[in-house]
């Protein structure tokens, strides 16, 4: 989606170390959401930002919102072959939970 | 957590039949379900918003003739692919509404049409 934009687009990294995947959005978001998917399955949700500057994390995962809420930010510190997979962000620009999803980061993790 | 679940899982049918994909809320009630698609190497693109009892909201670009959806109880949702061609195989994922503060994903759907 052009409002919805996601990058990289895919990012190999070694073991152990830290990366950050963006999404920027061309509007103000209702809420962003980040998922992660394996290829041919479902998305498992990570988590979900709502408020300006508001920041959560769930294991080795942090998701950071702007305080302008058009740009998130995805953490992952210590990278492990586990993380790897496809990061999907999911912009909600209603609050009726439509989702706009970006391209997505296609993640490798070299052990 | 809330579960909700797809069926089936993989289908594989010929050009020019029709192909039906459930979507079960397993333990909630979910008076909204949206319908995406996914093409290998690509993201998800809504199809449509799927309303308990009232007629789906197709998104730009989606013939509603062509995809049929019934949402004819609080927990199923039928996408219904007619008249199925080869461009039409892909990944069907729906999710569904428990109140209006959480949404939960199925498993998807691999339709292939030879």
């Known amino acids: 989606s052009q409002e919805l934009e996601q990058s990289p687009q895919s990012l190999i990294v070694q073991e152990g170390k830290n990366l950050t995947i963006n999404c920027t959005s061309s509007k103000t978001l209702y809420g962003l959401y980040w998922y992660k998917q394996k290829y041919g399955e479902g998305l498992i949700f990570l988590m979900m930002?709502?408020?300006?500057?508001e920041e959560k994390s769930h294991e080795k995962i942090t998701a950071k919102l702007d305080e302008k809420k058009q740009q998130s930010s995805l953490h992952i510190t210590a990278s492990q072959p586990s993380h790897a997979g496809t990061y999907l962000c999911?912009?909600?620009?209603?609050?009726?939970?439509?989702?706009?999803f970006g391209a997505g980061t296609r993640l490798f993790v070299k052990a | 957590g809330a579960v909700v679940s797809q069926h089936p899982s993989r289908v594989i049918c010929k050009s020019g039949t029709s192909v039906k994909i459930e979507c079960r809320s397993l333990d909630f009630q979910a008076t909204t379900m949206f319908w995406y698609r996914q093409f290998p190497k690509q993201s998800l693109m809504l199809m449509a918003t799927s309303n308990e009892g009232s007629k789906a909201t197709y998104e730009q670009g989606v013939e509603k003739d062509k995809f049929l959806i019934n949402h004819a109880s609080l927990t199923l949702s039928t996408l219904t692919v007619t008249s199925a061609h080869p461009e039409d195989s892909s990944f069907y994922i729906c999710s569904a509404l428990q109140g209006a503060s959480e949404q939960y994903f199925g498993p998807g759907t691999r339709l292939t049409v030879t």
């Open positions: 999911g912009a909600d620009y209603t609050g009726g939970f439509k989702t706009i």
């Open positions: 930002l709502q408020k300006g500057g």
